[in-house]
């Protein structure tokens, strides 16, 4: 809900209470705060909404706003000449922060990426770049004054949110000390950058691409040099699909739908550095994305009415197998140490200085060697693991310390289960899991349906994966069919689709989802 808090830590009271920003108007806080000498900071997210993100800076003590940095530049700041001059698109443009931000005190500036522009998938009234979109931002950590940017997709029209949270590393390059810093977006690509500068660390090449003149492409993208993560081009076109530019990354969609690849090549998963080796650990995706353009007019722009604004849809075809990949990269040359393919990407990882990577696969928790990505052990948790694995020093002895929650938008139960791991633990832990599955009832109440609930639920969740017109959303989630009743939306709603969509049974009462289910049929499917 947009709001920040401060308890006290003894007695969980709250001692302060700020309103960042009005989450009716789309704004969110998803990230952790980031607290550093006497400042809290946090970034605003919202991308789909029609918002302006920012970063901001309260004093620990007061919750007062110490310094705003807002990552759509206003008249007159550094980065606005790239919006048009002949309308307000800046104001909402978007460029979300969605997580934490990452500070080095010796330098003095804190460091972020930026999500999307807005409307999403529609450039033709925003001409120009639009920084600081898709962006990673260097700023004076005190002043909260610009220091250097550099933008991974300009002029973004294929959601490439930067929503991965960058990494702070020092390597040894050539014989020569370096601060970098890293950051994998969703177009797949992985930036390397000396963080003094901004310069890259390794070679990144403005490399031409394709055009649609409606939609105000860039000539060109920076595209990193060395090994990729994962193919940047498709090798065969889907059944009943004809491939523009072999539908590789960048490529441009208009009026009709157009694939590209991937369609979110890494998310939100932080990713994590081994000092001692120099590598970088990632997990990317290969997978099919698809898009084009609708109609969005000057009349329509602030005009917030609650819903997503994506300027378009997204439509591709189902089925298309995707295939995920652990990676370990050398951070100073952007070469694989190894590369070794994965059920998913759906938890961040760590790695430790006994070479274990620990990260997980839905509710997976797995041991990683870190040297050649070989499993070495792995067992079954009761919810999907889709936080960091915090690795703790408690009286000279290691402990792992998992939390077990679960997630509405990805594969695995959900849960709230906290496990604690050592070498000296006794518990038997399971790999296998037990039939415990409940039968959920797939009969609706007999009650009136709320509409307005229903929208509110459907734009909260439902949108994600399927799109404003329930034909298909940036999650993949694909199109729900128009013949279908209501009976039948329900009782997906409740049960769920194998490895694609979770039950929300847990998650709303069975009025909340009878409400959603006649929302989608007589209001989206129309």
């Known amino acids: 809900d947009a709001r920040l808090l401060a308890l006290d830590q003894r007695t969980g009271e709250v001692v302060w209470e700020v309103e960042v920003e009005d989450a009716g108007k789309g704004y969110s806080i998803t990230g952790g705060t980031r607290y550093y000498d006497g400042r809290v900071f946090l970034g605003l997210a919202g991308g789909e909404y029609q918002t302006r993100g920012r970063v901001m800076a309260f004093d620990a003590d007061s ?90 997709t300009r002029h973004d029209i ?179 140490k190894w590369r070794t393919e994965v059920s998913t990407c759906t938890a961040p990882s760590s790695v430790t200085a006994g070479g274990l990577l620990l990260t997980g696969r839905a509710d997976m928790f797995t041991a990683i060697d870190s040297s050649n990505g070989d499993v070495l052990a792995e067992f079954l948790l009761d919810a999907g693991l889709y936080t960091n694995p915090v690795i703790v020093d408690h009286q000279g002895e290691q402990y792992v310390l998992l939390f077990a929650g679960g997630s509405a938008f990805g594969p695995g139960p959900k849960g709230d289960s906290l496990y604690l791991l050592s070498l000296n633990g006794s518990a038997a832990l399971p790999t296998e899991r037990a039939d415990d599955s409940v039968q959920l009832s797939t009969v609706m109440p007999v009650t009136e349906s709320d509409l307005a609930g229903g929208e509110t639920i459907y734009n909260t969740v439902c949108t994600t994966c399927h799109g404003a017109d329930g034909q298909g959303g940036h999650a993949d989630g694909g199109a729900i069919p128009r013949d279908i009743t209501i009976e039948g939306i329900y009782a997906t709603a409740v049960t769920g689709v194998d490895e694609k969509m979770p039950s929300f049974a847990n998650i709303y009462t069975p009025e909340q989802l009878k409400n959603v289910s006649a929302y989608i049929l007589e209001r989206v499917l129309q």
């Open 63 to 152: 919750g007062e706003t110490v310094w705003t940095f807002y990552t759509i530049p206003g008249p007159g700041e550094v980065g606005h000449e790239t919006w048009p001059d002949y309308n307000d698109s800046w104001m909402y443009g978007g460029a979300p922060v969605w997580q934490t931000p990452a500070i080095d005190p010796e330098l003095g500036m804190i460091y972020f990426s930026t999500g999307n522009a807005q409307p999403d998938l529609n450039g033709s009234l925003r001409e120009g770049d639009n920084l600081f979109t898709v962006s990673i931002v260097a700023l004076d950590v005190n002043t909260g004054e610009y220091r250097w940017h550099f933008q991974q």
């Open 158 to 336: 294929w959601d490439y949110d930067s929503s991965s949270p960058v990494v702070l590393f020092d390597v040894e390059q050539d014989g020569v000390p370096r601060k970098g810093l890293s950051q994998i977006s969703k177009s797949g690509y992985l930036f390397l950058l000396d963080r003094i500068t901004g310069a890259p660390l390794t070679p990144i090449v403005d490399t031409p691409v394709p055009q649609v003149p409606e939609q105000f492409t860039a000539a060109t993208q920076p595209i990193p040099q060395g090994d990729t993560m994962i193919n940047h081009c498709l090798e065969e076109a889907p059944e009943g699909w004809e491939l523009v530019n072999n539908g590789c990354t960048y490529t441009p969609f208009g009026r009709e739908p157009v694939l590209y690849t991937p369609l979110a090549g890494s998310n939100w998963m932080p990713t994590s550095y081994d000092p001692q080796t120099g590598t970088l650990y990632v997990c990317a995706t290969e997978s099919v994305g698809g898009a084009y353009m609708g109609d969005w007019t000057e009349e329509e722009i602030g005009q917030f009415d609650g819903s997503a604004e994506m300027g378009g849809g997204f439509s591709m075809p189902q089925g298309i197998p995707r295939r995920a990949y652990q990676v370990a990269v050398d951070v100073t040359n952007h070469m694989r």
